[in-house]
């Protein structure tokens, strides 16, 4: 079983790559629309925390990344991973959505998702901040992080932010 699961690794990894790679596009892009919307005065205060939202997909495409890893561990016949990033914007708010098709999380951990140092891996692997700091930063931001999953099946993370104005005068 390792053995598939090394010759699929670099697939994954790649795959997973690929799409931060368009997450990273997709902040570019979103910063863009949020500067052609509105004044760049008021733009500068989100393009001068890029670097938070850079924590914020690069913890998504691990999250992903381990669901797939953990999913083709337990399953031998699993070798369509897959992860998918939509984005959109409005008026008022830009949304980002990464989708992944790993092995899902129950009721009971995702009721924990978010809690500081809740972690389901190894001592070695993580230390149960990274939702934690995502959920902080989209707040910061005066957004919304919500995750979905159903077990067997995947899960979705979907990240709502708002357009800030700044008063004219």
């Known amino acids: 079983m390792s053995l598939q699961i090394g010759e699929h690794h670099a697939k994954l990894e790649a795959h997973v790559l ?25 733009a500068r205060p989100m393009a001068e925390q890029a670097d938070r939202m850079v924590h914020i997909f690069q913890h ?18 699993f070798t369509d991973a897959q992860v998918a990033l939509m984005t959109g ?28 140092f809740f972690t389901t891996k190894d001592p070695d692997k993580g230390t149960g901040l990274g939702m934690s700091i995502c959920l902080s930063i989209v707040e910061d931001f005066g957004g919304k992080l919500q995750v979905d999953s159903t077990p067997g099946i995947g899960t979705t993370v979907r990240i709502d932010l708002p357009i800030q104005k700044t008063d004219p005068s």
Do not use: C, Y
């Open 89 to 116: 914007a409005t008026e008022k708010s830009v949304h980002i959505k990464v989708q992944d098709n790993g092995g899902g999380i129950t009721e009971d951990i995702l009721a924990k998702i978010f809690d500081p």
């Open 18 to 42: 690929a799409r931060t790679s368009e997450l990273n596009e997709a902040n570019a892009t979103l910063l863009s629309e949020i500067s052609e919307r509105q004044d760049a005065e008021a």
């Open 60 to 77: 998504v495409r691990m999250f992903a990344r381990d669901a797939l890893e953990d999913r083709m561990a337990a399953d031998e016949a």
